[in-house]
């Protein structure tokens, strides 16, 4: 793999299918994973709502990218984390929100680590850029 | 300090792409530098040479080709442009379709990226 270069965040605070921010994020993470950086990806707010278990966008006539999601991982987008209190604040449990990928040994799935908001802050304040969705 | 901006919104609908552009004027009138301008989600369609406003209100797309035409670098996503019908044919001087990775590239040769979105 290449050297790790600066440290970026790609930040989802939109909820899933009412606007194309979070679909259009996800081409984001999948192109800078390509590039020299150390990526992470934080979903808070409403954004958390992208991590919902069930999701199906077919009644809406939208081509939807819950599989995208579910290959993050495969795509080396690998530091994903969501915000405890942005689910809790949504009523979604933290052991329910979905895969990103599954381990290549185990076939074990991979989930977001949930973070307080405290180490999401730590996070932040370590980055040399964060790119807001 | 060396800047770089991206805008998520499109035209007249909302005020980021207003906003950016303020914002990129006080960040010059200030002695900064603008490394690049990324148009990515609706804020492509800032872009478009076909845009026609009344004559009383701002040009939005002249205005950006002319800060292109100051050397700014300003890239449209060709995924979003492709999306949403802005080919080269439409596009407003000064400004050039490319890839996400521009804005990797922007990212990384600047001391901050400002977003300017819902």
């Known amino acids: 793999m290449a050297q790790k270069g600066k440290k970026v965040m790609v930040t989802v605070r939109k909820p899933p299918h009412g606007s194309i921010y979070v679909q259009e994020s996800i081409e984001v993470m999948f192109i800078f994973a390509t590039y020299e950086m150390d990526l992470s990806v934080v979903f808070l707010d409403d954004g958390v709502l992208a991590l919902h278990p069930g999701q199906d966008t077919k009644e809406l006539g939208i081509k939807g990218f819950m599989a995208s999601l579910g290959a993050l991982v495969d795509w080396e987008v690998t530091n994903v984390y969501a915000d405890r209190q942005s689910l809790k604040d949504r009523g979604i449990a933290e052991d329910a929100i979905i895969a990103i990928g599954k381990d290549d040994d185990s076939g074990a799935p991979i989930h977001p680590r949930v973070l307080d908001a405290a180490e999401i802050a730590a996070m932040m304040a370590a980055q040399h850029s964060i790119v807001s969705f | ?118």
């Open chain 2, 1 to 118: 300090m060396i800047i770089s901006i991206l805008v998520l919104e499109g035209p007249y609908n909302h005020e980021a792409s207003d906003s950016a552009y303020n914002f990129i004027q006080a960040a010059l009138a200030k002695g900064h530098a603008i490394r690049g301008i990324f148009f990515y989600d609706d804020g492509v369609y800032n872009v478009t040479r076909l845009m026609d406003p009344p004559q009383d209100d701002r040009h939005i797309s002249r205005r950006w080709s002319e800060l292109g035409a100051t050397g700014i670098d300003m890239v449209v996503c060709i995924a979003a442009a492709k999306r949403r019908g802005i080919t080269n044919e439409v596009l407003a001087p000064n400004i050039r379709i490319s890839g996400l990775g521009q804005l990797a590239s922007m990212i990384h040769e600047s001391d901050r990226i400002v977003t300017f979105g819902d």
